[in-house]
């Protein structure tokens, strides 16, 4: 079929793209290269879909330029129709041919929108671990409660197990995005927000914020670390060893704005502090470290 | 005494927008200068400024369009060179500059040169297909324009005085409220917008009653031409949608100044909320600027296919369809926020309806052309242009309106190429279609074809240089509004994109210098007759430029296609109409209620913007007081005797009798 074709060497191109970029050692991105289930039934769609209206709009294409040519006013075997205006049968089909496409498209974002809604959780014999993400000014923090430890602008998960995700924002909107492994969520101050990931085996990923968040938005990225269980665990282990403690004193801290924070691992995890950002019992981001003066009026610094 | 106001307002320190605003600062000092020393002023005063002519009012909204887009154009060089060497590296542009300029690009070209484009066309040509003297309401036309011009104004003075918003063209909260935007950015944008849109809804007001009450004898719904159509849809999306725009951002505005809370997502408010009120203008918005582009296509495919409109009561089927779903398909733009899969698949359903009547139009277009006799005059290269690449934008927007597909694709740069690729496609190339077509009828001269062409092509080869490049960039997974990457994927693209711009700006340049080589080429590109193009509809029925009354008696409407059915029986026999029983006109007198209006309304916005509150009361009197003084006038209209409409008319007959003979001679050799 051709569209299995078109998908196999589309994904084949975005392997080989991949392949490049990890000689390189460079951070790959490619919605294509799909590493998850997700991702990969949503870049699948992406290429059904567009092979669909392609074999629409190429035809509509080409007859606009052989009709705006074959008609030109130069070319003397071409027949002037000066008040040909109406064909019933013409209509009939004009309106047909895109309503079936839509119905037959409709069809597929109907079920996609259920199947792949970022709540559903993902199919998998094994047992899901949760993250808390929450978005920061200008950084990013992954809470593990069943673990009881947290990490900055990093994300470690293990390969072939379902991750639930919970995500809210400290102050500003942002989106959650790991585009190899699929759909993206936003995180909004107050409210939570749930996705469900999974990779499919080992690697480094990266993932982004999507949604403008204010001057840092452009450093908002992180690396994804998929682990095998081993790898997690000892992972884990390491983290506990860290002597940061995550309270809301501390949260306070990191909650102001900044950027290009390194990584860094939380040993103890208040376990009420997601609750508490969502409930914005813990206070929310406080946003330009000194209102008033300059920046009240206009940005600072030089160019 | 000044509130917020201070010299530190002013950035001395920052180059780049200085030497920007110093530029246009001097430019237009000059021009003032210039109209004054050389003592145009008077007459520019008397004629263009206090008209109430729709005809001028209508040129000069394309005029500030024109303008304003070169402005936004050059946001766009900064955005896309600076990314030229933001890859590993900080770029030449801090996050707080690279920030205003995406959101100065998106507001000004939207608002203040897309929007001002199409209302000029429809201002200038609706009337005329209409067959009658003016708009209904024509002083309340110029108030509209000069309040656009206002909110334009002051986007230009926010690059001196302070800055813009750095939260994007839609000011999203909390980024937008006072805790994470203290500066006065996001005042000029909420000002500016009130402003201009006021202005944009009073222009709406005046065309929907022009279209539904003001229409010549024997004009009924469905002889009006296929642009008054799409002008009526377009306005009544604006009468319909603008006030949400304005309550909304009054609600930012009252966060903002007063402490309220309606966005603040505390104390009860929530910011989802100005998502939905937003994108429940923003969505009827992008057809707001297609529709009146789509009527453009249409009058000049039909025009230089030399055919009526294939399926003219399909076509206006379709309009009206689209009107009516434009308000029902708002949410996909926030379908990665959750909503869940019910709501995500209505609304990706009622999003994909949509392009059936889209894809109906590209296929009457189509039909229209068939059988033709095509003349690749620049305005019909346009709508080739436009039919050829708003396809492609069409099927990146259903493919968007697939949730699954905008969850990976959502604020990507494929929805940057997405969005440009129909809005650049259909309004940008609509309105040089419009310019071109109807720019004889305007000025009495046409376009310098050869530039023109230059123009069209090196305009479509970076358009799709650029777009091109950002779908793939979106591919790879790039986020939209990033200041600096470090992914050596992209590179490659941006580079392209960078490319792909400078194409763009030769023919950008190659616009200005047509209209500059047609100036002063402007004898040997006379429109004689006023129908250059052999039209259709009955603009083409008067001189160019059009007397100021239009048309010396109504035109008499006797089915579709006014003027072709007027002109086919002239050229049967060889003669004109008899000539009508000249009677005095009435025209309403030129006044300076709306310049004055804008006057005060620019005050207000500025005083609002830096908490000069005395100055926001003087400008609100001021207002109210030019309302008065219009309100009480004694005397409206001016009346022109029927001797001179005699005089001016049989000049326009002269010369197309001649032509009509010229064709009777031809047809005896």
Redesign the interface.
Known sequence: MRTGSATRILTRAGAV?GAV?SL?G???????DAKGPV?A???N??II??VI??A??VP??I???V??WW???GNTR??????????GR??M???S???L??IF??G???I?????????PLDSDRKPIEVQVVSLDWKWLFIYPEQGVASVNRLVMPAATPVQFRLTSS???N?F?I??L?????T????T???NLMADREGELYG???????????DMNFPVQVASDEGFAEWVRQAKESSLKLDPASYGELAKQSTGDKPRLYGTVDPKLFDGIVA?TVP?G???SA??G?????????? | MLG?L?L??I?L????PLIAAAVVGLVLLGVIAWTVIAGHFPYLWREWITSVDHKRIGVMYCILALVMLIRGFSDAILMRSHMLFAYKAPG??????Y??IFSAHGVVMIFFGAMPFMIGLMNFAVPLQLGVRDVAFPTLNSVSFWLTASGALLVNVSLVV??FA???WWP?P??SEA??S???GVDYYIWAIQISGIGTLLSGVNLVTTILKVRAPGMSYLRMPMFCWTALASNLLIVAAFPILTATLAMLALDRYLGFHFFT??QGG???MFMNLFWAWGHPEVYILALPAYGVFSEVISTF????????R?MVMATMAIFILSFMVWLHH?F???P???V??VF??TS??I??P???K???W???????????HTSMLWS?GF??TF??G??TG??L?????D??????MFLVAHFHNVMVSAVLFGAFAGYAYWFPKAFGFRLDEWWGKVAFWFGISGFVVVFGAFYILG???????????????WRPWILIAGFGVVLMLVGVVAQVVQLVVSIRRRESLRDETGDPWDGRALEWATASPPPVFNFAAMPQVHGEEAYWTIKAAAREQLSLRNEPDYAPIEMPINNPTGVVCAFFATLIGFAMIWHIWWLAVLGFLGAFATFVVFAWRDKAEYEIPASEVQRINRANRTTRLEALQGVGRRRAA
């Not at chain 1, 460079?26 to 294509?32: I, K, R």
């Not at chain 1, 300059?294 to 160019?303: D, N």
């Not at chain 2, 320190?13 to 780049?16: D, E, L, N, T």
Request: glycine content about 10%; some cysteine; overall charge neutral.
């Open positions: 793209a970029c390189t460079c951070q790959n991105y490619n919605l294509f991702g039934a949503e870049a769609i992406l879909a567009s209206m392609l629409i709009i509509t294409m007859a606009t330029i009709f705006a008609y030109r006013e071409a027949q002037y129709r000066p008040n040909w205006a109406f064909s013409i209509e089909v004009v309106w041919v895109p309503l496409t839509i498209l409709g597929i974002a109907w996609g929108a259920h199947r792949l809604d970022p709540m559903t102050s500003v909107w989106s995005f585009p190899r699929g759909s993206m969520i936003y909004m101050r107050g409210m927000t749930r996705l982004l914020s999507t949604h403008f968040s204010g001057d840092g938005f452009a914005q929310p406080p946003g330009p209102p008033g300059v920046e009240a009026v206009r940005p600072k610094g030089g160019s | 917020k201070t530190d307002a950035p320190s920052q180059p780049i030449y542009l801090p996050p707080e500059h920030d205003q302070g800055e750095r939260t994007g999203a909390p980024l805790t994470y203290p500066g006065v997502d505390s929530n910011s989802m296919s030399g055919k009526p409109l294939f399926a003219y399909s926030f990665t926020m959750g869940g899969g019910d995500n698949g990706a359903i994909m309806i392009a059936v889209t894809g109906v590209i296929f009457d189509l039909f229209t052309m068939y059988g033709g006799r095509i003349r690749f080739l039919m050829l396809v492609v069409g099927a259903v493919l309106a697939i949730p699954p597909a969850f990976v694709l959502h604020n990507s591919l790879l997974g790039m986020t939209r509004r990033m200041q600096h990457y470090d992914v050596a994927d």
